[in-house]
């Protein structure tokens, strides 16, 4: 069945720090992979989407690269703040062209000052 | 703008009663809004997807008699949890697709359930 795993360990991190976190995923071939932050008690934000030909994107201080081969994504935080602590999910499109999406279970970022 | 709102944002009743949550989007037309359920540190859980005028498709192991999913208009969905029990409570949040330049999903602040 397809599966995403992110860590499911929080990441504490100092502030200016680079932040890396991981999201794998196994029996699956998604078109584009989605990045989202959630805040504790609300919905999800949108971050980025990478295309399955697209090698990385960047946004800001956001980058993130993805790997159809390892079946891996990784997004990084540069010049981490303690406000990007919070929890960031990575999405896959289910296929289909339906929009729909398996989340990972996310990960806890937290950036001391 | 793609603002999507929820209501009400927290909810406690007793086990048995039935429970209205709105899901509106308010800046612009949603062609399909989505329903979610979220327990402690997990993942969201994807219940059924529903396009404005058509009946909702459920997820496997979702019953749609227990999640009644109407969906109106083009920024308005809801979704009753009918004779809501202890173990419907969850945090469920919607959102709402067709605004975004990658029709990435634009989300509600969630709603918060507690059935005693």
């Known amino acids: 069945s397809q599966k995403i795993e992110q860590n499911s360990e929080a990441l504490n991190i100092q502030e200016g720090k680079t932040a890396t976190l991981t999201c794998n995923y196994t029996n699956y071939s998604p078109a584009y992979l989605q990045w989202y932050r959630q805040d504790p008690g609300r919905g999800p934000v949108f971050l980025l989407l990478i295309r399955e030909n697209e090698k990385e994107k960047r946004k800001e201080r956001l980058k993130v690269t993805f790997d159809t081969t390892l079946k891996q994504s990784l997004f990084h935080i540069t010049a981490s703040q303690p406000a990007d602590s919070a929890t960031y999910l990575c999405a896959l499109d289910r296929g289909a062209g339906r929009g729909k999406l398996i989340f990972g279970q996310g990960t806890e970022l937290s950036v001391k000052p | 703008g793609a603002v999507v709102s929820q209501h009400p944002s927290r909810v406690i009743c007793k086990s048995g009663t039935s429970v209205k949550i709105e899901c509106r989007s308010l800046?612009?037309?949603?062609?399909?809004m989505f329903w979610y359920r979220q327990f402690p540190k997990q993942s969201l859980m994807l219940m059924a997807t529903?396009?404005?005028?058509?009946?909702?498709?459920?997820e496997q192991g979702v019953e749609k008699d227990k999640f009644l999913i109407n969906h109106a208009s083009l920024t308005l969905s809801t979704l009753t949890v009918t004779s809501a029990h202890p173990e419907d409570s969850s945090f469920y949040i919607c959102s709402a697709s067709g605004q975004g330049v990658y029709n990435e999903q634009f989300f509600g602040p969630g709603t918060r359930l507690t059935v005693l």
């Open positions: 800046d612009f037309q949603a062609t399909t």
């Open positions: 529903s396009n404005e005028g058509s009946k909702a498709t459920y």
